[in-house]
């Protein structure tokens, strides 16, 4: 007995040693957040000397292990992290040893760090770029410095992109001032007004949600100096030249707390498109987002390819611009905003081009010039009221747009001359309400409302003649007049319930939309007696459309630290009715619909972050889709429609890795993305040499697309030098029926771009980009397949010998080869030179664009099995003298 008495007791004794030998716990913020990469030490009370230390993983965690021999009373756990107070706890025998650290407010102190090495600092999920590291005495403008920031890019159009993923939003100073019209900002704020560039991963603007609801949203946030905020800001420039060119930008900015406004007046007949300024990058989403499309414009004077060069080289305008963006802060988080403008232009267009269609057993060409002028007004006008607060969010915008455009065109297709004239006047409101408010439980209602009403009466006129053997019965005529127009009212409304939890936030809603639309059109001929007739009894709609949607929505987020996720289950209830009496057209279609969603992303370590998406979406077509009546919808093309509304169901997948390395300023990324769509019908054409005609027939089809894309962009210390390059594969499969042939197309594009901007001198900066495209297309049914090669080089330097003179050199090659035809190759350079007048603190410039003086542009374009060679006149040698000065 004794000896089994003394055997439990060692054995309670060894146990008891060996629980002391380990220290566990969680450390923690107020807000109940996992702290990351916190240093736990384990410390002697009597000499405050380190025994043992561990660092904390994704979840809060830690482990330690106490040394041999070590009197758990004797010790104490001690836990520092920056950012937050440090917090110790006295060892006395206790497991797990928890903690709960409060952020801390201490102001650091000053240190100076003297070094020419750009830095990237990162605080939680914003990472800032200074400006002064990247930029150089040629920037004028904010927009020129980020399309030099490594990892972020900027797409032809203005889209910014950091590490390949559109930004949803621009802030300055924190403030959204111009929605998703960020290009506004990016082309005017000097650059050096601006301290820092700011990336916000996982951006979420309203607070109400912040910490409860996922958001995979990049933002970029402008910082401004402090002493910019407390003047008005301008750059202002007047500029006049050969062959009467001129160029005007007059700005005023405030950048103030309470008060942000960037007003401007600009013109110019140098081909600068100031209507790129005014591009909402995230229209798509938006549209998506209110579950309405608004009616497209239907007629046109025919498909014109926009060669593919910038748009200055090719574009001959007279244009102007007069923008208004004011923001005010009032008390209590509200705030008030105006956004609006008026666009002038009277742009001109002389161009030609050979269409080469390949069908089985036949092929159909036809060849075109057109000499166009158009002139669009466009007038905008939104009011916003913003009130953001912890507990209680409202938006609510009123939106008015006047858009009027007139276009006219000079046109000689297969040897006969016709001329075109066409008139579009679009005029449309909305009014979107959002009221977000938090419950004394901390469950969140949300009350939505959307309400939008449009108009766009279309009318051209094509003459003399064309085509009167098809129109007119072989008799020659005046004129053919084609008139359409879709009014259209849309509502969408719902009340949402979300639930927010330690762990999931669940998010139920319930709602309804209503979208009304009627569609009228006529085809007319004027005959040279001045008679009107139609031109036959089925080239007139008067079509009523009707969609009503009743639905609600499960919704669940995880917005973790470590793992975020939604996954939405949304079911609708649809009805859509559409008539037309002269068709005796009277159908309706009921159908539910259910449209999962699932978004993840998984954050690998604190800088890297792994994504997946999945989408199901039941789609059914618009009003354009079921119109019975011919319409003239361009020069060429006969569109109707015989087949029931349209039903397709799209299966979206994605997968994307993100990779960034702050400290050596190194960032790449890989996005895979499979997209099919099955469609219940199928578009036919009838293809001759003098028009085409299209009808939509019921024939079950499906299209297949991949996209592959991946980027990397690494900052080089050694050469002063940003390297960044990117490669992306497309493949497109799909079926077209045309001259009753089913014709399977198959077309692919690669891309890969290579760039360099380097600083080889505090004098001289050097910048190099080539973009290299090859695109394949072919059929099985047809044995011919095509393939284009594209190569395009940019390059630039920049000389300044001294603070108050700067030149600059810079060209673009273009290469293009197709088998069959002569390789096109075009060179273009720009030089200036800016002086600074110390005295009166003026610069003065002098731009020479196109000092070659390339006049003509000829291009390749393939699409499916259609071939198209292209010729353009181009404006030619520009020389511009400018006066800038600044506010």
């Not at 001129?246 to 950048?255: E, I």
């Not at 923001?327 to 905003?337: C, D, E, Y």
């Not at 197709?818 to 390789?823: F, I, L, M, T, Y």
Request: aromatic share 10%; proline share 3%; net charge neutral.
């Amino acid at each position: 007995m004794r000896t089994l008495i003394l055997l439990l007791c060692s054995m309670l004794c060894a146990a008891f040693c060996f629980a002391q030998d380990k220290i566990h716990g969680t450390v923690k913020d107020s807000t109940g957040k996992p702290v990351w990469f916190a240093t736990v030490s384990l410390k002697k009370k009597a000499s405050n000397s380190i025994v043992a230390y561990a660092i904390t993983d994704g979840n809060g965690a830690y482990n330690l292990a106490v040394p041999a021999g070590e009197k758990p009373d004797s010790l104490l756990v001690e836990v520092r992290c920056i950012g937050y107070k440090s917090v110790a706890k006295s060892l006395a025998g206790q497991s797990p040893v928890d903690f709960v650290m409060q952020v801390s407010v201490n102001q650091l102190q000053s240190v100076v760090i003297k070094t020419n090495r750009p830095v990237l600092r990162i605080n939680g999920d914003t990472l800032n770029y200074k400006v002064s590291d990247f930029a150089n005495a040629q920037d004028r403008t904010i927009g020129d410095v980020i399309k030099k920031l490594p990892g972020i890019t900027v797409a032809s159009d203005g889209t910014i992109l950091y590490n390949n993923k559109p930004i949803s939003n621009l802030y300055i100073g924190g403030d959204n001032l111009l929605d998703d019209k960020y290009t506004i900002a990016a082309n005017t704020i000097p650059q050096g007004v601006v301290e820092k560039v700011q990336v916000i991963q996982n951006d979420q603007p309203v607070k109400v949600l912040q910490n409860k609801v996922m958001s995979e949203d990049v933002a970029l946030n402008l910082t401004i100096k402090k002493g910019a905020k407390l003047q008005l800001v301008g750059q202002e420039s007047v500029g006049a030249g050969l062959p009467g060119n001129y160029d005007v930008d007059l700005n005023a900015m405030m950048f103030k707390d309470k008060y942000k406004a960037i007003n401007y007046l600009k013109g110019n007949n140098t081909g600068d498109d100031l209507q790129q300024e005014l591009t909402a990058h995230n229209f798509t989403d938006y549209s998506q987002m209110i579950d309405n499309s608004a009616p497209a414009t239907v007629l046109s004077l025919g498909a014109v390819n926009n060669p593919a060069l910038s748009r200055d080289r090719y574009l001959f305008d007279q244009s102007a611009l007069l923008n208004a963006n004011n923001l005010v802060n009032l008390k209590n988080n509200v705030q008030l905003r105006i956004n609006a403008w008026y666009f002038h232009d009277t742009q001109k267009q002389d161009y030609s081009q050979a269409n080469t269609i390949f069908l089985p057993g036949d092929t159909v060409r036809y060849n075109e010039t057109q000499h166009n002028r158009f002139v669009p007004d466009v007038l905008h006008t939104q009011f916003t009221l913003n009130v953001n607060r912890d507990k209680y969010y409202l938006n609510d915008v009123l939106l008015m747009d006047d858009n009027r455009s007139a276009s006219f065109s000079n046109l000689n297709t297969n040897g006969a001359t016709v001329n075109q004239v066409f008139k579009d006047n679009a005029l449309n409101f909305s009014d979107e309400f959002n009221l977000i408010k938090s419950l004394k439980s901390n469950n969140i209602l949300q009350a939505y409302s959307y309400i939008s009403h449009s108009t766009e009466p279309e009318k051209r006129t094509i003459g003399p003649n064309y085509n009167d053997t098809i129109f007119n019965k072989s008799i020659p005529y005046s004129q053919l007049l084609q008139n359409v127009n879709v009014p259209a009212w849309y509502t969408n409304n719902y009340l949402s319930f979300k639930i927010p939890a330690n762990i999931v936030t669940q998010s139920y809603r319930t709602g309804f939309s209503i979208q009304s639309q009627k569609l009228t059109s006529d085809l007319d001929v004027f005959q040279n007696n001045n008679g009107i007739i139609p031109e036959s009894d089925s080239s007139m709609n008067h079509l009523n459309w009707t969609r009503k949607k009743l639905y609600a929505e499960a919704a669940y987020d995880l917005p973790g630290t470590i793992l975020k996720a939604n996954l939405a289950l949304p079911l609708s209830l649809q009805q859509i009715d559409y008539s037309d009496s002269l068709y005796s057209l009277n159908k309706q279609l009921n159908r539910l619909y259910f449209n999962p969603q699932l978004r993840v992303k998984y954050q690998t370590s604190p800088e890297n972050y792994l994504t997946l998406m999945y989408n199901y979406r039941n789609q059914t077509g618009t009003i354009e889709d079921v119109y019975r009546g011919y319409i003239l919808t361009d020069y060429r093309t006969l569109l109707a429609n015989n087949a029931d509304l349209t039903e397709s169901a799209s299966q979206t997948a994605a997968v994307g890795f993100n990779y960034r390395k702050a400290l050596t300023i190194f960032f790449a990324s890989i996005n895979v993305l499979y997209n099919h769509i099955a469609s219940n019908s199928i578009s036919s054409e009838v293809i001759t040499n003098s028009l085409q005609q299209r009808v939509v027939l019921p024939f079950p089809n499906s299209t297949n697309s991949w996209t592959v894309s991946s980027t990397v962009s690494k900052y080089a210390f050694a050469l002063t030098t940003t390297f960044s390059g990117g490669l992306s594969w497309q493949n497109n499969s799909s079926v077209q029926i045309q001259n009753k042939a089913l014709l399977p197309f198959n077309t692919s594009a690669e891309t890969a771009y290579l760039s360099a901007d380097t600083k080889v001198s505090d004098q001289v900066n050097f910048s190099y980009k080539a973009t290299l495209t090859q695109t394949d297309s072919h059929s099985t049914v047809e044995a011919s397949a095509f393939h284009i090669d594209q190569l395009l080089q940019q390059a630039s330097v920049n000389y300044n010998p001294s603070d108050d003179v700067q030149f600059k050199l810079s060209g673009e090659h273009y290469f293009t080869r197709q088998q069959g035809n002569p390789d096109l190759k075009y060179f273009f350079a720009d030089a200036s030179a800016k002086f600074h007048i110390q005295k009166w603190k003026t610069d003065l410039e002098l731009d020479a664009n196109n000092f070659l003086n390339v006049k003509t542009y000829n291009a390749l374009y393939l699409s499916a099995n259609t071939l198209t060679a292209s010729s353009y006149t181009l404006p030619g040698r520009i020389i511009l003298l400018k006066v800038m000065f600044n506010l």
